[in-house]
């Protein structure tokens, strides 16, 4: 597959990374902050993903129905999202309203208002969602999982924050946090579309000139060291008055950069990955004891996290868990088939070039690499790896991660059995 990818590291420390696809109409941009909730003091808990939402409520320049009709009144979208190792605000729109699109977001980062009366609005909003989260189950239980792998770590730290932390934060901490994390070493600036690059980097140098009067460095932000060999796994359950019981199963696994990531997610593919899936076809079909059952994984830079979700009948908790621990049992034992490998190969194959028709998906690939300190792995070299993989590598990798002596169980739901 021909890429045209180009990376340039600023005197500053802000990162850019592009890529030019000239048979598009659109462009998508990204501003990505690599400061997210693992990155938060405990008693500030929630503040990154508090301050994404405040950066929408206003700037100096526009207020809150600007910096949505801005975007939208040209065909574009624009959005924003934070997870636990950065934050991201994001635009897609027509290739003639780049400029427009860095004016705007660039406008979010810069000089949001932060006012006090826009705060207590926003709080009653994030108290929505996050009492949103407590009603939905299927979603508290990742919330739940995360807590009882990474302890108090922060890995396990709530993204939305806690009722008590949202409620005690000011506009002196979120401009104070803002001058300690958004500074441009933090920064990396992804776009993917049909740009020219000359243009595109002087755009960029132009409405991030901010960032040179914030200064500070990197390792000025709070380090969150994970503590693996504290970790002990357990089974937990959380009694909860709902129409099933909700279960993740899973280990601390790889980190982005670790080769071994590769057949991890081949391994949760045959699994988990689909309906042609080992625990699809047992869970679902063979023993009908759910309508959802999924494997999953998350990579960070310094570790990673594997489960498997499934909802089941209350009563059926306990047989649910023992046919999930049935099937690792039975990778341990026989591993996979050549041909089982190949399906697997080629769906994963089919999902990463079918995601690339998207701009936005690219731009989401761009960063991603650069977050992780990788550096850019074109899709032809992905592939290669993905090709690389053979049973005796699932076999390793599935001895690391379904170990039962690893495994940790979360369920949440009514407490009968």
């Known amino acids: 597959m021909q890429e045209d990818v180009r990376r340039i ?19 998508s941009v990204g501003v990505w902050v690599g400061r997210g909730s693992r990155h938060e003091l405990p008693e500030k808990v929630g503040i990154s993903h508090f301050l994404e939402h405040m950066v929408f409520k206003g700037t100096e320049r526009r207020n809150a129905r600007e910096i949505a009709s801005s975007i939208e009144s040209v065909g574009g979208s624009i959005d924003a999202f934070t997870g636990r190792e950065y934050t991201c605000f994001h635009a897609r729109v ?20 932060l006012s006090q009366e826009h705060m207590e609005r926003e709080k009653q909003v994030v108290y929505e969602e996050i009492r949103n989260m407590e009603d939905t189950p299927d979603d508290l239980i990742h919330q739940f999982y995360s807590e009882t792998v990474w302890g108090d ?12 932390t949202v409620r005690s934060l000011s506009p002196e901490d979120i401009r104070a946090y803002m001058d300690e994390e958004y500074i441009a ?13 000359e243009a595109t980097v002087e755009l960029i140098r132009r409405n991030f000139s901010f960032l040179e009067q914030r200064g500070g460095s990197a390792g000025n932000g709070r380090r969150a060291e994970v503590a693996l060999d504290r970790l ?5 359950h959380l009694d909860r008055d709902c129409q099933q019981t909700h279960i993740c199963m899973g280990t601390v696994s790889f980190a982005h950069s670790d080769s071994r990531r590769y057949a991890l997610l081949l ?18 079909e063979d023993e009908g004891l759910a309508y959802v059952i999924y494997t999953y994984q998350q990579f960070y830079k310094d570790a990673g996290l ?25 990778i341990l034992l026989e591993s996979v088939s050549e041909q089982e490998l190949e399906h697997a190969k080629n769906q994963l194959k089919g999902q990463l070039l079918i995601g690339l028709e998207s701009t936005t998906t690219r731009m989401f690939r761009l960063a ?31 001895k690391v991660i379904l170990d039962p002596d690893r495994l940790y169980s979360v369920s949440l739901g009514p407490d009968r059995k």
């Open 185 to 197: 070493p933090n920064f990396v600036i992804s776009v993917a579309g049909n740009i020219n690059y």
């Open 94 to 113: 027509l290739d003639e309203y780049i400029d427009l699109a860095f004016d705007v977001l660039s406008d979010l980062v810069s000089s949001p208002l």
């Open 306 to 330: 594997y489960g498997v979700y499934v909802g089941t009948e209350p009563s059926q908790r306990n047989r649910a868990i023992d046919v999930i621990s049935e099937e690792f049992a039975r």
């Open 153 to 164: 770590g922060p890995l396990g730290y709530p993204l939305l924050g806690t009722y008590e």
């Open 9 to 27: 590291v600023e005197d500053d420390g802000m990162r850019i990374v592009l890529e030019h696809i000239p048979h598009v109409r659109s462009c």
């Open 267 to 284: 391994l949760s593919n045959i699994l988990g990955g689909g309906m042609s899936s080992r625990l699809f076809q047992r869970v679902r």
């Open 368 to 398: 991603n690499f650069e977050l992780n300190g990788e550096g850019y792995q074109p899709v032809d070299k992905v592939i290669e790896r993905i090709e690389a993989v053979t049973p005796e590598h699932i076999y390793g990798v599935a």
């Open 232 to 236: 002990k796994p357990v089974s937990r």
